[in-house]
């Protein structure tokens, strides 16, 4: 866990560059990424010229030739302010854009990458607090990271690129990746972001696969294979590539793509065995920019629409929009296409999913529940995205099978996540010391022998009750539905226009409420009306 003082010191190089002039939280994020980064390239190479000292041999692999000495960050950071500043941007900063080859994925992302600390001050004071903070430590780093994106969330639209850490936290959590040979998970989220999945999967492969992981084969998909991420802002591609990288894991897979355009050959199928993503809703493409065959999955016929053109009242032409369709639905679409067949996927879509009336709507619902194995929906508060947004939202479990399997379906009505609902997102459980949100999870309740849900905490946060439940979903058979989680049967499901939202089947009990007679309520009124007066009366007596 990232201590107060390592936050303090995040929270000082955060003011620096806000007093210095960068403002905006993805520039600074930025920038102290590249330090960060400048700053590990010398750990790694001293590392990698002790081991040569032990062995008396030559540096294998280094990062910095003889001549690029004075780009080290051991060797720059205590120079003259001024030369520092001049050394930085015109040479050390040019060499970190090429770090790993010229024609490696890494080399791309940062092809428009731009220095912008505007001062030597500027950066001398940052380099000398970057210097003080003790990263050591793997689990460090992360937190370190998760820290500065967390203040992504009070940063407007920008909040948009980031999934709150708890709820991506529970989504792994419950999907469980594989790392064990062949039988490894390829997982992949095509709306990367900041690679918030990525990053909780790969802490969750770490320490449930501690001893896997020092086998070679295992080490080698680990570090090559296991991770791919999708983005089409550059900016989130870096911070993301930059985010894997800090973590340890030495090649992912983060490429700039818009997933849902065709991409002829190049598209993505049958590929990962496990899809993560919160992608974007509340948007909507145009036919002639998608690939055919989402729209097909969705029931629309694939031909390029042709753009009508109106004639004003003066005889001007003017461009009519021709047919778009959701994001949501088409990302549902594109998952299904990119998982291969056995491959699961967890993914948070909007309500209007799970009930919506159109076509399309119906149709990858359909689609999920007859073609694939629908298992479960859980649906999360509506304040869980505030403050950037309200809007209500669900997670679907889903596996790809094409050959249909669903059977029944567990629901879940989470109603809280260990946060207030509001735009302050206010921490609920008192004395709970958190770094990120993830640490919201108290995991210590599912080693007890009653349900989380039956502890005092529960009301609070329902995502332990999630959990615990998830792990023994045979117990759930005979739970009610006007409890909160419980089986519907598919059969059920599709006679209801393959609606998924939990509404629709709980079951609410209304206590009864017994009144007074009317006679007893008019007594009681006239007794309130006597003494009212009385009171009107010692008064008009004091005057």
Same mark, same amino acid.
């Given at each position: 866990?990232?201590?107060?003082?390592?936050?303090?010191?995040?929270?000082?190089?955060?003011?620096? &560059?806000?007093?210095?002039?960068?403002?905006?939280?993805?520039?600074?994020?930025?920038? &102290?990424?590249?330090?960060?980064? /400048?700053?590990?390239?010398?750990?790694? %190479?001293?590392?990698?010229?002790?081991?040569?000292?032990?062995?008396?041999?030559?540096?294998?692999?280094?990062?910095?030739?003889?001549?690029?000495?004075?780009?080290?960050?051991?060797?720059?950071?205590? /120079?003259? @302010?001024?030369?520092?500043?001049?050394?930085?941007?015109?040479?050390? &900063?040019? &060499?970190?854009?090429?770090?790993?080859?010229?024609?490696?994925?890494?080399?791309?992302?940062?092809?428009?990458?731009?220095?912008?600390?505007? $001062?030597?001050?500027?950066?001398?004071?940052?380099?000398?607090?970057?210097?003080?903070?003790?990263?050591?430590?793997?689990?460090?780093?992360?937190?370190?990271?998760?820290?500065?994106?967390?203040?992504?969330?009070?940063?407007?639209? =920008?909040?948009?690129?980031?999934?709150?850490?708890?709820?991506?936290?529970?989504?792994?959590?419950?999907?469980?990746?594989?790392?064990?040979?062949?039988?490894?998970?390829? /997982?992949?989220?095509?709306? +990367?972001?900041?690679?918030?999945?990525?990053?909780?999967?790969?802490?969750?492969?770490?320490?449930?696969?501690?001893?896997?992981?020092?086998?070679?084969?295992?080490?080698?998909?680990? %570090?090559?294979?296991?991770? +791919?991420?999708?983005?089409?802002?550059?900016?989130?591609?870096?911070?993301?590539?930059?985010?894997?990288?800090?973590?340890?894991?030495? %090649?992912?897979?983060?490429?700039?793509?818009?997933?849902?355009?065709? %991409?002829?050959?190049?598209?993505?199928?049958?590929?990962?065995?496990?899809?993560?993503?919160?992608?974007?809703?509340?948007?909507?493409?145009?036919?002639?920019?998608?690939?055919?065959?989402?729209?097909?999955?969705?029931?629309?016929?694939? $031909?390029?629409? !042709?753009?009508?053109?109106?004639?004003?009242?003066?005889?001007?032409?003017?461009?009519?929009?021709?047919?778009?369709?959701?994001?949501?639905?088409?990302?549902?679409?594109?998952?299904?296409?990119?998982?291969? @067949?056995?491959?699961? !996927?967890?993914?948070?879509?909007?309500?209007?999913?799970?009930?919506?009336?159109?076509?399309?709507?119906?149709?990858?619902?359909?689609?999920?529940?007859?073609?694939?194995?629908?298992?479960?929906?859980? +649906?999360?508060?509506?304040?869980?995205?505030?403050?950037?947004?309200?809007?209500?939202?669900?997670?679907?479990?889903?596996?790809?099978?094409?050959?249909?399997?669903?059977?029944?379906?567990?629901?879940?009505?989470?109603?809280?996540?260990?946060? *207030?609902?509001?735009?302050?997102?206010? @921490?609920?459980?008192?004395?709970?010391?958190?770094?990120?949100?993830?640490?919201?999870?108290?995991?210590?309740?599912?080693?007890?022998?009653?349900?989380?849900?039956?502890?005092?905490?529960?009301?609070?946060?329902?995502?332990?009750?999630?959990?615990?439940?998830?792990?023994?979903?045979?117990?759930?058979?005979?739970?009610?539905?006007?409890?909160?989680?419980?089986?519907?049967?598919?059969?059920?499901?599709?006679? =209801?226009?393959?609606?998924? *939202?939990?509404?629709? #089947?709980?079951?609410?009990? #209304?206590?009864?409420?017994?009144?007074?007679?009317?006679?007893?309520?008019?007594?009681?009124?006239?007794?309130?009306?006597?003494?009212?007066?009385?009171?009107?009366?010692?008064?008009?007596?004091?005057?």
């Amino acid at each position: 866990m990232l201590t107060g003082k390592l936050k303090n010191q995040v929270d000082e190089v955060w003011e620096v &560059f806000w007093t210095g002039g960068v403002t905006n939280p993805i520039s600074v994020i930025e920038q &102290f990424t590249y330090l960060l980064f /400048i700053r590990r390239l010398d750990e790694i %190479h001293t590392a990698r010229e002790r081991q040569a000292m032990l062995l008396d041999a030559e540096v294998a692999n280094p990062i910095f030739s003889s001549e690029q000495e004075k780009y080290r960050w051991n060797k720059f950071k205590n /120079i003259d @302010p001024q030369v520092m500043f001049d050394l930085v941007k015109d040479k050390v &900063f040019p &060499f970190i854009k090429t770090i790993n080859g010229e024609d490696t994925s890494f080399a791309k992302h940062m092809t428009d990458a731009i220095f912008m600390i505007p $001062k030597a001050q500027v950066l001398d004071k940052v380099v000398n607090l970057i210097d003080k903070i003790d990263m050591d430590d793997r689990d460090t780093k992360g937190d370190l990271y998760e820290y500065m994106l967390s203040k992504l969330q009070n940063s407007g639209t =920008n909040g948009q690129f980031r999934t709150p850490r708890h709820i991506i936290q529970m989504m792994v959590e419950m999907m469980q990746p594989k790392l064990d040979g062949n039988k490894s998970d390829i /997982i992949c989220d095509p709306a +990367s972001g900041t690679c918030g999945f990525l990053m909780a999967s790969e802490d969750y492969v770490r320490k449930q696969f501690k001893n896997e992981l020092m086998k070679p084969e295992n080490s080698y998909h680990f %570090h090559n294979k296991m991770f +791919s991420a999708y983005d089409f802002d550059q900016h989130m591609l870096r911070i993301g590539a930059m985010n894997l990288m800090l973590h340890g894991i030495e %090649h992912p897979t983060v490429e700039y793509k818009d997933s849902l355009s065709d %991409h002829g050959e190049q598209n993505i199928s049958d590929k990962y065995t496990l899809i993560l993503a919160n992608p974007p809703f509340k948007g909507s493409v145009a036919y002639d920019e998608l690939s055919p065959d989402l729209l097909t999955a969705l029931g629309k016929t694939p $031909k390029k629409a !042709a753009t009508k053109v109106e004639v004003d009242e003066d005889g001007n032409k003017k461009k009519k929009k021709g047919p778009s369709e959701k994001t949501e639905l088409l990302f549902l679409a594109l998952i299904l296409r990119m998982l291969q @067949p056995g491959g699961r !996927a967890a993914v948070i879509v909007p309500d209007g999913v799970l009930f919506g009336s159109t076509k399309s709507h119906k149709e990858i619902r359909k689609a999920i529940i007859e073609d694939h194995k629908l298992d479960a929906v859980v +649906s999360l508060p509506s304040g869980v995205f505030k403050p950037y947004a309200g809007v209500s939202t669900a997670i679907l479990f889903f596996t790809k099978t094409n050959s249909g399997g669903t059977d029944k379906v567990w629901f879940y009505d989470m109603q809280a996540d260990g946060f *207030s609902l509001d735009d302050k997102r206010t @921490p609920l459980i008192k004395d709970q010391e958190l770094t990120t949100e993830a640490d919201a999870i108290d995991t210590s309740l599912l080693d007890e022998d009653k349900a989380p849900s039956e502890h005092e905490t529960h009301k609070l946060n329902n995502i332990p009750d999630v959990l615990y439940r998830w792990q023994q979903l045979g117990n759930e058979s005979e739970r009610k539905r006007t409890e909160q989680s419980f089986y519907v049967p598919v059969a059920e499901i599709i006679s =209801n226009d393959y609606d998924l *939202s939990i509404n629709r #089947y709980k079951e609410v009990v #209304y206590e009864e409420v017994k009144y007074d007679e009317p006679e007893v309520i008019l007594k009681r009124i006239k007794e309130l009306q006597q003494a009212m007066d009385k009171v009107i009366t010692d008064l008009e007596a004091m005057l």
